[in-house]
């Protein structure tokens, strides 16, 4: 299984970013996927999540802004970001079925 998240980058406070995350040796659509991120000394947290359903659920420190959809003739989740601010910066990582796990990406939101 290989899970190859992109879209990340350097952005200003109140601007937007769409990340995207590609998987591929597994049947997606089978699967509950999530977007999580750590920021430096903090602990991984979930960000959104989708379920094969298609039903989302958000946290709440996102709730509002992002948005989470899945293409599953693509195999791929995207997470759209808008009104970004600084403490959303973190390497945002995605999740299939809980055990598949990708790099991450970097997203920085400047102030």
């Known amino acids: 299984v290989q899970l190859q998240a992109s879209g990340g980058g350097l952005v200003q406070a109140g601007g937007s970013l769409r990340l995207s995350c590609k998987a591929s040796?597994?049947?997606?659509?089978?699967?509950?996927i999530g977007w999580y991120r750590q920021a430096p000394g903090k602990q991984r947290e979930m960000v959104a999540t989708i379920s094969e359903g298609h039903n989302t659920n958000y946290a709440d420190f996102v709730k509002g802004r992002f948005t989470i959809s899945r293409d599953n003739i693509r195999r791929t989740t995207y997470l759209q970001m808008n009104a970004l601010q600084s403490e959303d910066t973190a390497v945002y990582y995605c999740?299939?079925?809980?055990?598949?796990w990708g790099r991450g990406t970097q997203v920085t939101v400047s102030s």
């Open positions: 040796g597994v049947n997606f659509r089978l699967y509950n």
């Open positions: 999740n299939v079925g809980a055990a598949h």
